[in-house]
């Protein structure tokens, strides 16, 4: 009887005890929810402060972590809805890339000038003879030239692009601006290819002789020859000019990589990679722009006798045994230095014309 | 009031200048007195025609070899200007809504981007070629200059304006287009209409005096 009454209690407290704790799981939220309002009592509309759709918008602006949704666009990062790592990019490329640029291209260019002013036009002892050698073949100054007219066009609409909005806007306003960063971008997206295809048809045609050769190092110890006075012994080509060239090869190749890559954005290429890609093809760029700004000095105002060599592709004697005298010697050997008056004859022009040109 | 003149009045002026101009250098030669040829015939002046106009696509087996720049540069820069004139996507509708009244299928927009780098390049190594080359640095005019810097200078406002999204640049485009227009017939550009003519002519009188060449 006592175990009858015990186990009837015990039903009944255990199935009250069900019913309570099934109530207050079912009124729990509501209380919760009714909970809010109470916070806040400063709001006697009853208004929430609260933005109910906060905790969305924080998942989806990834502020505490990166999350990844599903969409029905299937694509690279098509489950992002908002990247807020870009404003941290933008940031970062207006800081670093966009403000140093300029400072390294006005510093290269001050230098030039100084270096100008103080040390003047490299000169050949003895000045010019007027005997010319053939150096280049039409084909390679035609490429040289084609690579140097595309490279250039490609560094100032790159140029216009990366640092136009602090520099021209000023100068010509938002319209004016935005019609010059279409075009540049257009222009420099189109000539990008051009440029590589130049840029191989210049390693094809001067990788023989741009290999690197015993007593190059010798040349680079003497600075050039623009460290003393002394004498400094080159080949066909010299080690400076065999740097420049490989130089412009491995950039060259890494920048048009790097804007292929950037061009082309349809490849399953993320955000992480074109951004990688950006600074690559930026530090790249200036780079190049910045020695190719020396390599100009250099082949013009720089160096007398230099231009010749890329303008009709024959260049003086004496510049020869000045600057490479081991194929100086070659060419002696081999009979291939030509009168001024057969230069004039193959050039269209009168003999003492191409040395005025010089002087 | 720009927009308004390049797109009206100038624009049918520059095409009147371009047909009356090419008509009128075409009816010049055409109608040009010629001395009457009173030699006998040892050969067929038409097969000779005929012949010099598809033999001269390739260049002769001798002097291949020291024109192998311009051939190849030549074939890029005007079949890539051939290609992106008619079968680019803006120039087929332009046709279509402004001079024909009908169109065609335009090549997909890579196609032209890839015709325009062709002519492009081409173009580019053609001017240096006829500035680094003695002989055609001497023998060139002042007008080739122009019009290869000119036609460059239309196919770089074209290259600007491919976006589509700019009035401006569009209008830029097509005022540099109406200026190569006006130019076209007073220029060597004319070789487009003559060039199969002036081949024809050399092959007619070659081939009537049996010479194989």
Redesign the interface.
């Known amino acids: 009887m006592v175990y009858f009454l015990q186990e009837y209690f015990f039903n009944c407290f255990t199935r009250s005890a069900s019913i309570i704790l099934l109530s207050l799981s079912l009124l729990l939220p509501q209380l919760s929810n009714a909970a809010i309002p109470q916070k806040h009592e400063d709001f006697p509309q009853g208004v929430s402060a609260i933005n109910p759709g906060s905790e969305l918008w924080r998942e989806v602006r990834q502020r505490d972590s990166a999350v990844t949704g599903i969409s029905q666009v299937k694509g690279v990062e098509t489950g992002v809805l908002i990247n807020s790592r870009g404003g941290q990019w933008a940031r970062f490329r207006i800081e670093n890339p966009v403000k140093y640029a300029p400072m390294v291209l006005g510093v290269v260019f001050l230098v030039l000038v100084l270096f100008y002013v103080l040390r003047g036009k490299v000169g050949i002892e003895g000045g010019l003879s007027g005997q010319m050698v053939k150096r280049f073949t039409?084909?390679e100054?035609?490429v040289h030239?084609?690579l140097a007219?595309?490279f250039l066009f490609l560094a100032v609409t790159g140029l216009i692009l990366l640092v136009g909005r602090p520099l021209l806007i000023p100068l010509f306003g938002k319209e004016i601006f935005?019609?010059i960063a279409?075009?540049s971008?257009?222009?420099h997206n189109?000539?990008g290819?051009?440029f590589l295809?130049?840029l191989l048809m210049m390693l094809f045609s001067f990788v023989k002789r741009n290999i690197y050769e015993k007593g190059d190092l010798a040349w680079l110890l003497k600075g050039g020859g623009f460290i003393g006075d002394g004498h400094v012994s080159g080949g066909f080509f010299n080690m400076g000019e065999k740097t420049w060239y490989w130089i412009v090869i491995l950039i060259g190749l890494v920048i048009s990589i790097s804007g292929l890559v950037l061009v082309s954005p349809n490849f399953g290429q993320g955000r992480l990679v074109m951004e990688i890609s950006h600074l690559v093809h930026v530090f790249g760029a200036i780079i190049l722009t910045a020695i190719s700004i020396g390599h100009m000095y250099m082949g013009s105002i720089g160096t007398e006798g230099s231009l010749e060599g890329m303008?009709?592709?024959y260049v003086d004697i004496n510049w020869v045994e000045a600057h490479h005298d081991r194929w100086a010697k070659e060419c002696h050997e081999n009979e291939m230095v030509i009168s001024a008056e057969e230069y004039a004859r193959?050039?269209?022009s009168k003999p003492d014309t191409a040395m005025e040109k010089e002087a | 009031m720009i927009e308004y003149l390049i797109d009206g009045p100038l624009w049918y002026f520059a095409l009147v200048v371009f047909c009356i101009g090419v008509l009128w250098q075409l009816a010049s030669i055409v109608f040009a007195r010629s001395k009457t040829d009173l030699s006998v015939a040892r050969g067929s002046a038409t097969g000779g025609a005929w012949r010099n106009v598809f033999s001269r696509f390739v260049p002769h087996h001798e002097i291949a070899p020291q024109i192998?720049?311009q051939v190849v540069a030549g074939y890029l820069f005007h079949l890539g200007l051939f290609a992106l004139l008619f079968f680019a996507a803006p120039h087929v509708l332009f046709l279509e809504e402004n001079l024909l009244g009908f169109g065609w299928t335009p090549m997909p927009h890579w196609a032209f981007?890839v015709s325009?780098?062709f002519a492009?390049?081409g173009l580019?190594?053609l001017w240096?070629?006829r500035v680094?080359?003695?002989?055609s640095?001497?023998i060139s005019t002042l007008d080739d200059h122009v019009a290869a810097i000119l036609t460059f200078v239309v196919m770089?406002t074209g290259?600007?304006?491919?976006?589509e999204?700019?009035t401006?640049?569009r209008l830029l485009h097509r005022f540099t287009v109406e200026i190569w227009l006006i130019y076209f017939p007073f220029s060597t550009l004319m070789h487009t209409f003559t060039f199969l003519p002036s081949r024809a002519f050399t092959g007619a009188w070659f081939g009537r005096r049996g010479i194989d060449a």
């Open positions: 039409e084909y100054c035609i030239w084609t007219i595309v935005s019609l279409s075009a971008k257009e222009g189109l000539f290819p051009i295809v130049s303008k009709s592709g193959l050039q269209g | 192998r720049i981007i325009a780098q492009f390049l580019i190594m240096l070629r680094v080359n003695p002989v640095r001497l770089l290259c600007f304006a491919l976006l999204g700019s401006a640049l």
